[in-house]
């Protein structure tokens, strides 16, 4: 039998994708993937540093393996990602959790394999972190969870430095995969089965900037619209202010990209973002909104937001609640603000009462979860097409998958994960549709 494996990932789709490139190399390396950590003989945690209660969940976790790893002792532990790249993480690990095997970051995680041989060997903990990115490394075996959708990261890092998010000091500078790189491996997806890809990048419309021979997003979308037997594109995160004109055209014109874009607004208020280093305005947001819906009418807009901000006025938040209802969004993260060691913004006084934030945070949620569930009632008696994802995780009795618009729908049907099925819909929820296949 054998030896089984066990990853659990925190944090963004880039973590997830990450996680999927380790699991291709443990199976490449052997083992296969385990139900449980209690008969798992390698477990990592792949963490996430962007909030406060993704580190509390890592610690937590860390703490139930301790026991573990004293009834199992063969257990090779491993903790890896973003928080592996600030130094007061690794000392915390060392000093707290020395039954950890190894530490490694985000820019070596193709070394995954050599370490993991040479602590089998030594039982020793050994710390991996770079402090720098190196080169991108192509051709990692990834076991993807899904065969019919599938993550593609098209560029890493980030050069924004928003003052309140660590990930330029944990993901390192932004770098751009080579187009030819992505092509091919979506081609080759697309050959054996899969339909739709999401394309990752912490700010993917500033795709190219690092390139020899300059190319922009945009040209890049028109490529891989082209790829045969692919049917629906989607990327993640934009950054508004690296939205441009031509951007915006090929929006409308790649007929394969979906209709949904997510825009992180984060505050309304031009202060705020002033203060958050965003390097937009409301104005200049809600005119991007404006061309979007001109190139596409019915776009899906979803966003992530912020609540106080160090300094946030009952204004900005007035002004964020404006925002929110001139957009009319989808769908939105909201998040309460936690300060990150180590960036601008954990230095920012002025720090938002507790029981405001949560008040403030009641009424944004209110706010976006009516006009989530208005919008959604316009579906009600519509046809829509959805791509099956797999069973509902409500119903076992019903399939469920996605609308190019990003709607969440649930329906009975006798149809295949990867089909691409018509829906009618018939009931509207806050957070998902119901539906029945129209099936020949
Ligand atoms: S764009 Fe801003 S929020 Fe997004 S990863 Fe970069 S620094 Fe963080």
Same mark, same amino acid.
């Given at each position: 039998m054998s030896k089984k494996y066990l990853i659990t990932t925190f944090g963004c789709q880039m973590n997830e994708h990450d996680s999927e490139k380790l699991a291709g190399m443990l199976e490449n390396m052997g083992y296969s993937e385990g139900e449980t950590l209690e008969t798992s003989d390698i477990i990592v945690?792949?963490?996430c540093s962007v909030r406060e209660n993704a580190d509390?969940?890592?610690?937590?976790?860390?703490?139930?393996?301790?026991?573990?790893?004293?009834? /199992?002792?063969?257990?090779?532990?491993?903790?890896?990602?973003?928080?592996?790249?600030?130094?007061?993480?690794?000392?915390?690990?060392?000093?707290?959790?020395?039954?950890?095997?190894?530490?490694?970051?985000? /820019?070596?995680?193709?070394?995954?394999p050599q370490?993991?041989?040479?602590?089998?060997?030594?039982? $020793?903990?050994?710390? /991996?972190?770079?402090?720098?990115?190196?080169?991108?490394?192509?051709?990692?075996?990834?076991?993807?969870?899904? $065969?019919?959708?599938?993550?593609?990261t098209i560029m890493y890092g980030c050069n924004n430095f928003c003052t309140y998010c660590i990930v330029p000091f944990?993901?390192?500078?932004?770098?751009?995969?080579?187009?030819? @790189?992505?092509i091919r491996e979506i081609t080759e997806l697309a050959q054996n089965g899969t339909k739709e890809i999401m394309l990752l990048g912490q700010n993917v419309n500033s795709y190219g900037k690092t390139l020899e021979n300059r190319m922009d997003f945009a040209d890049l979308l028109y490529q891989i619209n082209e790829i045969k037997y692919l049917e629906r594109i989607r990327f993640m995160t934009s950054h508004p202010?690296?939205?441009?004109?031509?951007?915006?055209?090929?929006?409308?014109?790649?007929?394969?990209?979906?209709?949904?874009? /997510?825009?992180?607004?984060q505050s309304g208020s031009n202060r705020i973002l002033k203060l958050m280093n965003r390097q937009y305005t409301k104005e200049h947001y809600l005119q991007l909104i404006e061309k979007l819906r001109m190139v596409d009418k019915n776009i899906a807009i979803s966003t992530d937001i912020i609540v106080g901000f160090p300094g946030e006025t009952e204004e900005d938040f007035a002004e964020t609640l @404006?925002?929110?209802?001139?957009?009319?969004?989808?769908?939105?993260?909201?998040?309460?603000?936690?300060?990150?060691?180590?960036?601008?913004?954990?230095?920012?006084?002025?720090i938002i009462d507790e029981d405001i934030k949560h008040k403030?945070?009641?009424?944004?949620?209110?706010?976006?979860?009516?006009?989530?569930?208005?919008?959604?009632?316009?579906? $009600?008696?519509?046809?829509?097409?959805?791509?099956i994802e797999g069973k509902s995780k409500t119903d076992e009795t019903k399939l469920?998958?996605?609308?190019?618009?990003n709607k969440l729908v649930n329906f009975k049907s006798n149809s295949k994960e990867g089909k691409i099925v018509p829906v009618r819909i018939t009931k509207a929820r806050t957070f998902s549709l119901e539906g029945e296949a129209i099936e020949n």
């Open positions: 945690l792949n963490t509390l969940s890592f610690f937590g976790k860390l703490g139930y393996l301790k026991n573990l790893k004293k009834n /199992h002792p063969d257990l090779t532990i491993s903790v890896c990602g973003c928080m592996m790249q600030q130094p007061h993480i690794v000392e915390t690990v060392k000093k707290k959790y020395p039954f950890v095997d190894i530490v490694f970051g985000t /820019h070596n995680l193709h070394e995954f370490m993991l041989i040479e602590s089998l060997s030594n039982r $020793e903990l050994s710390v /991996h972190v770079w402090n720098e990115e190196g080169d991108i490394v192509e051709d990692l075996p990834v076991k993807r969870k899904l $065969e019919t959708k599938a993550f593609i944990t993901r390192g500078r932004e770098r751009s995969r080579k187009p030819e @790189d992505i202010k690296d939205l441009s004109e031509k951007l915006i055209k090929a929006f409308g014109a790649c007929e394969k990209v979906c209709n949904h874009i /997510h825009l992180p607004v @404006d925002l929110v209802k001139k957009v009319r969004y989808d769908s939105a993260f909201t998040f309460l603000y936690s300060p990150r060691k180590g960036t601008p913004a954990e230095k920012y006084e002025d403030r945070f009641n009424q944004l949620l209110k706010t976006l979860n009516d006009i989530t569930q208005e919008k959604n009632l316009l579906y $009600e008696g519509e046809m829509v097409d959805v791509l469920s998958g996605r609308t190019t618009t």
